[in-house]
């Protein structure tokens, strides 16, 4: 099942996601999945994909064209500020793939055969 994004951590609603035993998927802030493996004593399948460089964020906030100027360049300093702090806690993502623009488009089946994989490994497949 696919929760709405927790990127902010809301504990209450992921409790009673976690009480259904069910496989979610859902966004969090890299910072959050510490929290969650400390306050919830579950560990997470953390997979994280960080840009090669800020480069090709800015080309797809171009491509896309829903953000100003100033919003656009927020967004990459507040990507940047995220990537070093994955960066900083990689021994808490069991996967952290870097997107490059030669890569970008294998990402989803990488992702897909890691998560498929790991939970045939933990039997919930």
């Known amino acids: 099942a696919l929760i709405q994004s927790l ?3 809301r504990y209450g609603l992921l409790i ?3 009480d259904t035993n069910g496989i979610f998927l859902t966004e969090l802030h890299a ?12 560990v997470p ?14 080309k797809h906030f171009e491509l ?3 953000e100003s100027n100033d919003e656009r360049e927020t967004r990459i300093r507040e990507a940047a500020d995220e990537i070093r702090s994955i960066a900083e806690q990689r021994e808490l993502f069991s996967l952290i793939v870097t997107v ?4 970008e488009h294998l990402i989803t089946g990488q992702v897909e055969t890691f998560i498929q994989t790991t939970l045939q490994q933990q039997h919930l497949l």
Do not use: C, H, M, W
């Open 7 to 9: 990127y902010g951590y």
């Open 100 to 103: 490059s623009s030669d890569n």
């Open 64 to 66: 896309r064209g829903t």
């Open 45 to 58: 399948v953390s997979i994280a994909l960080i840009p090669q460089d800020t480069e090709i964020l800015r």
């Open 16 to 18: 009673d996601f976690l």
């Open 31 to 42: 910072d959050n999945v510490r929290r969650i493996r400390e306050q919830l004593k579950i």
